[in-house]
């Protein structure tokens, strides 16, 4: 069985760079494959090299005897392992400390799962820890591509630290695979290192309370409970599920803003068919609400969006007879109490949604703290119970290094279904000015359009914000759905033809006509509110006239997707929207 030893700080240098035919070394940060910052990540440990610091790292590093350790602040030391198998390896780290003591380290493995924070080493004195890591296939953000490198990963940061051995041996253990979407899945961070800077999915640092189960994190950004199937994510984890392992689904998050995907249809379908699927390879699946947003006030009362989701998940719980972490309230109630200004300090800047690496921690730890109140077995019994110090937004610098970042638009079109259409180049066009998702892989572009949907992309395009409150006008849409905010716009912005909504119904899931798009798109193009008073037919006249909707078909055809963002490309241009800022409250997934 495979096993190896590493001795660091005398045949193993700072200048011992991986390269392929050897097989391992410390990553080069000047020649990392990948075409964005996601894909690199993937082959540096989770970890991108900040613009401004490029010609700093290979100063970063110095040998000493006791091994190599960090001579810059901040700085990070990724050390990679080529291993011939995929499946779960057991990793000892030995740290001597030397003459210089190792006031805080923090280790890493794989995609930047935290293994140990707060490693403490006196002047003279040792450290060891031993734990476990699971290789797999992973598929990057942005690409439909798996990433099929064996390689273990180990990385370290604080200052002075140190590696003096690292030991791999190939083993056998229960795997905890996670699937879910971007408040899950491990984000990479930039280095040097401000946690408060970096986004952080709760589970990459769930290892730290595990060290006899390997963990293996197959969350990804933009994921819904279909996406994450159609896109070949499960089928990682179906492929490497056996009997006695554990999955931990959370998902709700962008399930809410596809209406096919409501709480109590398509959602809750969903989950009971991957506890199903779960169960019948004899594993323990474990269901977990979507954790909440910064909550927003009304009428006095904070509010979230994901109550119905997650009610749903403790229904599909509940009747597969299957644990359930009620994340939602959980995390709902502390942001409530603390306020939701002490709550952004645990987000990225100017974010509601995604953590950084403090609200990662504290994420994490709610759900270490309900698997030990609810005895959820076997995770239970596999608990280190080695206590924690609490990671605090407080215990760091909030100021951190501005950098020039390439947006995660820019990319090649990721997606799989859309090669050889009439609309490719609109497409592509779309995707640059953020009307699309570049985290899935299917856009589905001949499927319908439901109307409610359609406002999110169109209020992409036009560059507006919707409206909080939705005061209720339309009895077929809740208060404190996704899209309320956008029929609300529409409401007092006069977008909606009174004819499209009778009985007090505005027809949410109804399929898209084109009479309808065009409708609401050339009504958003008046400036005036008092010019919006356009009829059906007229509406439909003027977008044929400027290109935005094709002449073919009638009024009361179906508009498909494609043709949906086609139109809105024209529209952008003619109205001078293109290469502008999306407006803000785009929920963006953090991926570069």
Known sequence: MYKKTFTFGTNLTPSTLFTEEQGYGFVDQEHLPGNTKSEQALFSGGWNLRPSAQTEWKHSLIAAPEGVRIQMDRFVMIFKVLVPEEGTYRITVKINAGSEAIPSMALFSGRRNLV??????????????????????????????????????????GQSACFSEICIEKTESPVLFIAGDSTLTDQNAQFPYYPYDSCGGWAQVISQYFSTLAVCNQAHSGMTTN???EDGHWDIIKNHLKKNDIVLLEFGHNDQKRRNLSAFGGYLNNLRWYSKEIRQQGAYPVLLSPISRIPFQDNGRYRSLLTTYA??????????????IDLHTLTFHLWCRIGTEAASDYFIKGDITHTNDYGADQIAAFVVSEILRQSIEPLNSLLDFSEKKVFLPDQDTKEVPVETNTSAFSIAIPYVDIQGI????????????????????????????????FLMVLFKALRITG????????????????DSSYVQACIEENFIDPVTVSNGRFRPDDALTREEFSSFVIRGMQKNRLERDLSLKDCLEKAIQKGILSAKGNGSDRICRADCYAGLVRVMEQMGKKNTALPNDTEIHPVG
């Open 227 to 229: 996406c994450f199937r």
């Open 311 to 324: 009610k749903a998940c403790q229904m599909a719980a509940e009747e597969c007879q299957i644990p359930f």
């Open 467 to 482: 409206k909080r409150p939705y005061l209720g006008e339309f009895c077929d849409l809740s208060k404190y759905e996704w």
């Open 422 to 453: 009439p609309q490719y180049q609109d497409m592509v066009q779309a995707l640059q000015e953020g009307l699309l998702d570049p985290c899935v892989m299917h856009l589905h572009p001949f499927e319908d359009m439901p109307r409610a949907q």
């Open 116 to 157: 140990e924070r707060d490693i403490c080493v006196p002047s003279g004195q040792s450290y060891e820890k031993s734990f476990l890591t699971y290789v797999a296939p992973y598929i990057p953000a942005m690409t439909s591509i798996p990433c099929t490198e064996k390689a273990i990963y180990i990385s370290a940061v």
